[in-house]
């Protein structure tokens, strides 16, 4: 297990990388998003099962492409297919290599922000106390807690704080989470969450279930790992999604699909599964009012450009003519830059 001092040294050497300077229904989720407003939920995250991860959670990246529709089926309605982005495995992103040039058009940034990639921190631990009732609670009680980016930004700033001596996830000295529900402007807001300023040992029930369950490795509910033919298919997407065109699951159906949508091929598999549908509750300063544990609520714009908001992931069908096509879009660009 990493120590603290382990923690700062990555987080800072991550935070050094990212400067504008540097060259699914499993009910083992605890859905906090729907703790009623005005109350806190009390968090104990433990380690990563992987002894080579620094960290107590592992970061995912995916990318929502917007279609007006699925061809052949529900044409007129509105969906959308969640793909991973490649730069969770440090390798060239095909659809955040082609929209990284429209954040220096004003005209272009608004679509940038819609395809720019979501992050979400996967964790594990013990719901100490809930405020939130629930229909059903798994047998094991070491849960998992998908966390969006204005949450995770609080735990990372108390770990750099050199106030905080020991590691929270320790099983002697560590200290619990408390996750606080506000409402801000008519949205969800968490800013108020904070660590326990007391320390706390793990109670002795606590123990017996790490003991007897094992921990998780974090790692295995990241989506597997684009095949070459996978990252091409994703390209493709991106350019039928930006054109404005309909879902064809003749082309992208044995690769990514929308969430819920069975394969018409009863003998075919996937390379990755799409997320499951969003539990509609208010998040904070985004368009659409919903919030998922697998949505951000934020869109992080690349190193150049500040945070942003995210846009609504849905769009209406349009008019091919009217619409901008990537390769028009691109061609635009280059000749900018070349005047």
Excluded at 158 to 177: H, Q, S, V, W
Excluded at 195 to 207: L, Y
Excluded at 223 to 252: N, Q, T, W
Excluded at 264 to 286: C, D, F, G
Aim: net charge negative.
């Amino acid at each position: 297990m990493a120590t603290l001092a382990e923690i700062r040294a990555k987080l800072q050497e991550q935070e050094v990388k990212r400067s504008p300077n540097s060259s699914g229904g499993d009910n083992a989720i605890y859905p906090f998003w729907n703790i009623p407003e005005g109350t806190t939920a009390t968090l104990r995250f433990l380690s990563d099962k992987d002894p080579n991860n620094t960290f107590f959670w592992v970061e995912r990246q995916m990318i929502r492409l917007p279609f007006a529709g699925i061809k052949g089926s529900s044409e007129a309605k509105p969906t959308t297919v969640q793909v991973p982005c490649m730069e969770m495995w440090g390798e060239p992103c095909p659809v955040l290599s082609e929209i990284r040039p429209w954040f220096k058009d004003p005209s272009l940034e608004d679509m940038g922000r819609k395809y720019w990639k979501k992050r979400s921190y996967i964790f594990q631990g013990f719901v100490v106390n809930s405020p939130l009732e629930e229909d059903s609670t798994p047998e094991n009680p070491i849960r998992r807690f998908v966390i969006n980016p204005s949450i995770f930004n609080i735990i990372r700033s108390a770990l750099m704080n050199p106030d905080m001596e020991d590691l929270p996830t320790d099983i002697d000295k560590g200290r619990d989470f408390k996750l606080t529900k506000t409402q801000k402007g008519g949205y969800a807001d968490y800013s108020t969450s904070t660590w326990s300023f007391k320390e706390r040992s793990v109670s002795d029930s606590e123990r017996s279930a790490i003991d007897t369950n094992g921990l998780h490795n974090l790692a295995d509910y990241l989506p597997k790992k684009p095949s070459a033919e996978d990252v091409k298919i994703i390209a493709e997407m991106f350019k039928a999604s930006v054109d404005g065109e309909l879902y064809d699951e003749s082309r992208f159906g044995q690769h990514y699909r929308p969430a819920g949508m069975a394969s018409s091929n009863s003998n075919a598999t996937t390379s990755a599964t799409t997320t499951a549908t969003a539990t509609p509750t208010p998040a904070p300063q985004v368009e659409a009012k919903v919030e998922a544990p697998v949505v951000q609520a934020k869109v992080e714009a690349p190193a150049a450009q500040p945070e942003v908001a995210t846009a609504t992931a849905t769009a209406s069908a349009t008019d091919d003519k009217s619409k901008a096509s990537a390769d028009d879009i691109l061609a635009m660009i280059r000749a900018r830059q070349n005047k």
